[in-house]
């Protein structure tokens, strides 16, 4: 069983910036293909970000491109998202994700909250 623990939600002003952190409790975590996920109240939970288990395959949705980065660390068994420019739409519990193939995985974190408000 492979956990998944989010951090780095909270509080920002429209145009600030937060850093999301998920660490996983998985040995095989480098052979893992990663996801940020994210759910607003009333909507469905949308795919973010995702990237593959090398950090050579990066897909972004088109609301987050240009603002949103993706990144992992291997020996750490760490994945982040960098979220720059932050919008009041960006408003959602934020889910990390992982599985072992591209696409949306089987193994989901509890979530963390970002509101972009002023």
């Known amino acids: 069983q492979v956990q998944l623990v989010e951090s780095g939600g909270g509080l920002v002003r429209p145009g600030g910036s937060l850093r999301l952190s998920c660490e996983a409790s998985?040995?095989?975590?480098?052979?893992?293909?990663m996801s940020w996920y994210r759910q607003a109240p009333g909507k469905e939970r949308e795919l973010v970000a995702r990237?593959?288990?090398?950090?050579?395959?990066?897909e972004y949705a088109d609301s987050v491109k240009e603002r949103f980065t993706i990144s992992r660390d291997n020996a750490k068994n760490m994945v982040y998202l960098q979220m720059n420019s932050l919008k009041p739409e960006d408003t959602a519990v934020y889910y990390c994700?992982?599985?072992?193939?591209w696409g949306q995985g089987q193994y989901w974190g509890q979530g963390t909250q970002v509101t972009v408000s002023s």
């Open positions: 994700n992982g599985g072992r193939y």
């Open positions: 998985t040995f095989y975590f480098s052979i893992y293909v």
């Open positions: 990237i593959s288990s090398t950090g050579g395959g990066i």
